[in-house]
């Protein structure tokens, strides 16, 4: 049995580890700090928390002010407050000036569970990649968000991290595992049909791969870690390799990874792009893993999509 | 640099005249609004401000957010008249290239501490420059210009909360309270008075003043300096497009650029030696 851990623990132990070692970390947090575990940063370093109150707008440019004075702010709360609702005030007073903010979001897409369509963010990635200056980072699971705080704090501007409420397996605790911003993940070699996914969706293209090998398909899975900027080069050469491409994520099937793969293949080597996510609709109030066998976020999906491209590939 | 109320007044007609010249010259602009916060600009740049076109990222200097963004002129033309760039830059304001952009970019314009131009944004920013000089223990004030119209966005109230509870007593803001928003008057297009009750039921130390006259301004910025655990907000009445006698209490010179001839008809009735 693989451990369960969020990758918003994992953020939240990150930051107070890298928070004690760096005071310019400040970090902001709007009346959510025990859900975004924004609080453990809290309890280690209670001088540089600062609740902003249910007033999201007001926190990003907030933090976008700390930041002209040379403070790295961590900003946190549900995705859907921050890429939604705030969307204005990080562009125009984060990324616009290309300000030091980092919007570490949790609570994104359907496994936020039974708070509903509401407080499900599935259009975050979308809004997010789409603004200039942006990075934006959806990690898969507890090592990889730790590595991706890490490396946005180094990182001199702005900043997007996409977080989970729910417990994902811990795919990537080995010795060779290394986190590069903008660099693909290849976990898995195959040449028959490349499935790219990311955050929680990794896991279940790594299923997804077992499934397709007793059937004797090889698929190449690509983690990308990083949707901006996107490992261009990756996805190139698994168009080129594989010829039909599946993406996977837990985001409307409309402006995130699976668009973005799409962007890099027409312009590159234009194959066939299958897209798993949430197909244009919202979701609902229910337990996170049934919403995700409802709503098609599964292995069985990627596979039965992988087969469909196969098919279209012929 | 502290300059007597006759030298600010001089001051102040420079700034006048740069305005009306730059906008005639980018046929586009926000005259009425810039026109009416030139004694508060003028007093922070010329008499308050701690800072220096030398070292314009001096971390103790003070900062000023210009949170109604559209008022850019009047930063622009304080901005050039005080070094930071060349006067030539205000007349290539607008124009593709330049520096000067329609709202202020920080990044482009030397002096300036935060872009700004979508309204309720600004004075967060200064917050969170109060907060960061607070933690840092920091000697350095922050000053922020909102219009009265911009009181409609909730963010500002947001940010007004927040500055009383964290006691940003490093913290003044300005309201240029010319009662003219695009639409027309404030009372008839959302009403947001009465503005210094606001004020005050958010916790800030408020001070109402006339926002032409110069020593009152500099009385006000020196009362906000003594108050202990709150931030200031000083209420100026002003006139929009003063200066100007045709775009005196005219809305529709919000955002409207004055011809040629209007042109040297504002430069003859500013007057003043340069």
Request: glycine share 10%.
């Amino acid at each position: 049995m693989m451990k369960k851990i969020a990758t918003r623990e994992a953020y939240g132990n990150t930051l107070a580890e890298i928070g004690k070692q760096n005071e310019n970390i400040v970090v902001l947090d709007a009346d959510l700090s025990k859900s975004t575990k924004t609080a453990v940063f809290k309890g280690e370093c209670p001088e540089r928390f600062l609740n902003m109150g249910i007033a999201e707008g007001n926190m990003m440019t907030v933090a976008a002010g700390l930041a002209t004075c040379g403070k790295i702010p961590f900003a946190s709360t549900f995705a859907i407050f921050a890429a939604g609702r705030a969307f204005e005030q990080i562009r125009n007073s984060i990324a616009y000036p290309k300000l030091n903010v980092k919007v570490c979001a949790t609570h994104a897409g359907i496994t936020v569970g039974e708070d509903g369509a509401s407080h499900q963010a599935i259009e975050d990635i979308s809004l997010m990649r789409s603004i200039p200056n942006m990075v934006v980072i959806c990690p898969s699971d507890a090592v990889e968000a730790s590595a991706a705080v890490k490396a946005v704090a180094e990182y001199n501007g702005p900043c997007y991290v996409r977080l989970g409420r729910l417990g994902v397996n811990v795919i990537n605790d080995n010795q060779e595992y290394k986190f590069e911003m903008g660099k693909a993940v290849k976990l898995r070699e195959g040449n028959e049909v490349a499935i790219i996914a990311t955050g929680m969706m990794v896991d279940a293209a790594l299923e997804a791969y077992n499934i397709l090998a007793e059937e004797g398909i090889k698929a190449r899975v690509i983690n990308i870690h990083t949707i901006k900027p996107i490992d261009e080069d990756a996805i190139a050469a698994a168009a080129r390799d594989c010829g039909v491409i599946v993406t996977a994520e837990e985001h409307s099937v409309i402006g995130g990874l699976g668009s973005a793969v799409a962007e890099v293949v027409t312009s590159t080597y234009p194959v066939p792009v299958l897209r798993v996510g949430v197909k244009d609709t919202f979701g609902e109030s229910g337990s996170p893993v049934e919403l995700l066998e409802k709503y098609g976020l599964t292995a069985d999906e990627i596979v039965k999509a992988v087969k469909k491209g196969l098919e279209l590939r012929k | 640099m502290k300059k007597t109320c006759e030298e600010l007044r001089e001051v102040a007609k420079i700034l006048r005249k740069d305005i009306v010249k730059m906008l005639t010259e980018s046929k586009s602009g926000h005259p009425g609004g810039s026109l009416s916060a030139v004694e508060i600009m003028t007093t922070l740049y010329f008499d308050e401000m701690n800072i220096n076109p030398e070292n314009c990222s001096n971390p103790d200097r003070d900062r000023f957010v210009l949170s109604k963004g559209h008022a850019a002129p009047v930063l622009y033309a304080a901005l050039a008249e005080r070094g930071f760039f060349a006067k030539e830059e205000l007349m290539k304001l607008r124009k593709t290239g330049a520096i000067l952009q329609g709202h202020p970019n920080m990044n482009y314009i030397p002096g300036v501490d935060m872009s700004t131009g979508s309204l309720g944004q600004g004075i967060s920013a200064a917050v969170g420059m109060a907060l960061a000089g607070k933690l840092d223990n920091k000697e350095y004030r922050v000053y922020t210009l909102l219009g009265d119209g911009e009181l409609g966005e909730g963010q500002v109230w947001e940010a007004t909360m927040c500055a009383s509870h964290y006691k940003l007593n490093n913290l003044t803001a300005f309201v240029d309270f010319n009662g003219l928003q695009i639409d027309g008057d404030i009372t008839k297009v959302m009403n947001s008075l009465p503005i210094d009750e606001k004020f005050e039921a958010f916790g800030w130390n408020v001070i109402c003043i006339d926002g032409h006259d110069i020593e009152a301004i500099k009385n006000a910025i020196n009362e906000a300096k003594n108050v202990k655990d709150k931030p200031t907000v000083v209420v100026c009445k002003t006139i929009k497009g003063k200066g100007v006698s045709f775009m005196e209490n005219q809305a529709g010179w919000h955002g409207a650029a004055p011809s040629k001839e209007q042109c040297e008809q504002a430069l003859a009735e500013i007057g003043g030696d340069k």
